[in-house]
């Protein structure tokens, strides 16, 4: 039987038959509780992103297998990362063993590095889009696209396995209430995975996005294309809606974890930690925040999910049946 004592500052738990503890302070409840929530809201809006996509029968684009991929990540992340940082943010401290915990921060950093890369590969895919329109939808098939994101996942994989292989320690994030791999033992490797995930994934987005930019603003200009199909091809593929939601994407993402890594970086290198409160819990958390962030760019920017979303809530709420209800919203929709 638990009797319960109810302070300004803390809750205390104890249990009469075996005299045991447990306290837990408005701080932390607090914190337990924010971790709680976001966990139900990734899981929430990213099981709905993906059966969105799976309904939809009509004409998909390919970005969507790259949408699909995040979508997945982001969902594992609120399965197995997020949940098992509620109850050590209640009791400040590890309880689930040093294995899970490598195992957490394995996990973190491979959907992390897959998340990274898929952006890359987003921004490729645009840029093909407004390099080459008239041959766009040949290049871009889309087996040709889920092959490269099964190649992402295992590349992934296999690039952060190299710490859990080699057993070492992790380290329990007392502030922000989770599990990484202990970087900092592990320079040498920690820079070379930074250069192969960062390197050629923020050049490849700097240069696409940029000659998006530059395209879009030579064709406002009225500057001469050089063939009529041409430019009307690259008209309307630069209409596309897309090209804004990928961008926003990818910015969100780096908006969300820039805090998070320029802080690590500069308490690393200049060996003085930031004494502010609630900091460390909130740059760690605004970065997983990001994994819902996606959901609401989705429906704000992109017309074809909201039709597909439109299809899935209609579908589960109507008699109607799957194939038939498509074709209707689907046809409403060209006819606008």
């Known amino acids: 039987m638990f009797r319960a004592s109810d302070t300004s500052t803390m809750i205390i738990l104890s249990d009469a038959d075996d005299d045991t503890e447990f306290v837990f302070t408005l701080e932390s409840l607090t914190q337990a509780g924010i971790i709680f929530i976001m966990g139900i809201a990734i899981i929430v809006t990213n099981v709905l992103i993906i059966a969105t996509f799976l309904n939809f029968r009509g004409h998909a684009e390919v970005i969507n297998c790259y949408l699909l991929s995040l979508a997945v990540a982001d969902l594992l992340c609120g399965l197995l990362v997020v949940p098992l940082s509620v109850y050590p943010a209640l009791v400040e401290r590890w309880v689930y063993g040093d294995i899970l915990c490598s195992l957490v921060g394995y996990l973190e950093v491979t959907l992390w590095a897959v998340t990274v890369y898929t952006f890359m590969w987003i921004s490729v895919d645009r840029y093909l889009a407004v390099r080459k329109p008239l041959r766009y939808e040949t290049i871009q098939t889309k087996t040709r696209c889920q092959c490269w994101m099964a190649f992402t996942w295992i590349s992934s994989a296999m690039l952060c396995c190299p710490p859990l292989l080699g057993l070492e320690k992790p380290v329990f994030d007392h502030d922000g209430h989770i599990c990484m791999l202990d970087w900092g033992t592990m320079a040498a490797y920690t820079a070379t995975l930074a250069i192969l995930v960062l390197g050629p994934s923020l050049i490849t987005i700097v240069y696409t996005y940029g000659y998006i930019f530059n395209t879009m603003r030579k064709l406002r200009s009225g500057a001469p294309l050089h063939d009529k199909e041409y430019a009307t091809a690259l008209s309307e593929n630069l209409s596309n809606p897309s090209h804004i939601m990928s961008f926003v994407l990818v910015v969100t993402f780096w908006f ?81």
């Open 256 to 336: 969300s974890w820039t805090p998070y890594l320029g802080i690590r970086l500069y308490e690393y290198f200049t060996g003085i930690k930031f004494q502010v409160p609630f900091l460390h819990f909130g740059i760690v958390w605004l970065g997983f925040l990001n994994s819902f962030w996606k959901s609401l760019i989705l429906v704000s920017l992109s017309p074809q999910f909201r039709l597909a979303l439109r299809i899935f809530c209609m579908s589960i709420c109507c008699r109607y049946k799957g194939g038939r209800l498509q074709a209707e919203l689907i046809g409403m929709e060209a006819d606008d």
